[in-house]
């Protein structure tokens, strides 16, 4: 399975496995949202306090396990991960990020200030995931 094979069928859905790296190598796995992009670019929106946050903090690599809903196609990307900065305000670049993220998950908003002023007070960000490699199971 090549990368846009990948992401063809991870842009059909938003959910999946976020598996990132403790400090002592072993995985830690996360049920996560997603939204991966027409850029390549796979978006999650997730609070600094996280241990997912931590540890990509420390090793910016992941993996991203997306199923189908009768589980037996499957694509798996391994990613270099960038991560934006905090939402430190409602007017910033990363909240505004994260108006696009919500937008294509869960289209309008009722408001938009209010979502903005959490996304501050929850310290949130984006994890941008640029797929490296790819793997898995489609059509079955």
Same mark, same amino acid.
């Given at each position: 399975m090549d990368i846009e094979q990948a992401m063809g069928f991870m842009r059909e859905r938003h959910q999946g496995v976020l598996t990132t790296l403790?400090?002592?190598g072993r995985p830690q796995l996360s049920n996560i949202t997603y939204v991966a992009g027409d850029d390549g670019v796979i978006r999650v929106s997730v609070t600094d306090s996280r241990a #997912?946050? #931590?540890n990509l903090r420390r090793d910016p690599r992941a993996? /991203?396990?997306v199923a189908s809903s009768d589980f037996w196609s499957y694509a798996v990307v391994d990613c270099d991960v960038e991560l934006m900065p905090?939402?430190?305000a409602p007017d910033d670049a990363t909240a505004?990020? /994260?108006v696009a993220y919500y937008r294509s998950v869960m289209g =309008?908003? =009722?408001d938009w200030d209010e979502y903005r002023r959490a996304m501050v007070a929850d310290g949130r960000l984006l994890l941008l995931?640029?797929?490296?490699?790819?793997?898995?199971? /489609?059509?079955r």
């Amino acid at each position: 399975m090549d990368i846009e094979q990948a992401m063809g069928f991870m842009r059909e859905r938003h959910q999946g496995v976020l598996t990132t790296l403790r400090s002592d190598g072993r995985p830690q796995l996360s049920n996560i949202t997603y939204v991966a992009g027409d850029d390549g670019v796979i978006r999650v929106s997730v609070t600094d306090s996280r241990a #997912k946050t #931590k540890n990509l903090r420390r090793d910016p690599r992941a993996s /991203l396990h997306v199923a189908s809903s009768d589980f037996w196609s499957y694509a798996v990307v391994d990613c270099d991960v960038e991560l934006m900065p905090v939402a430190a305000a409602p007017d910033d670049a990363t909240a505004d990020a /994260l108006v696009a993220y919500y937008r294509s998950v869960m289209g =309008e908003h =009722e408001d938009w200030d209010e979502y903005r002023r959490a996304m501050v007070a929850d310290g949130r960000l984006l994890l941008l995931l640029t797929p490296t490699h790819a793997y898995g199971m /489609l059509g079955r």
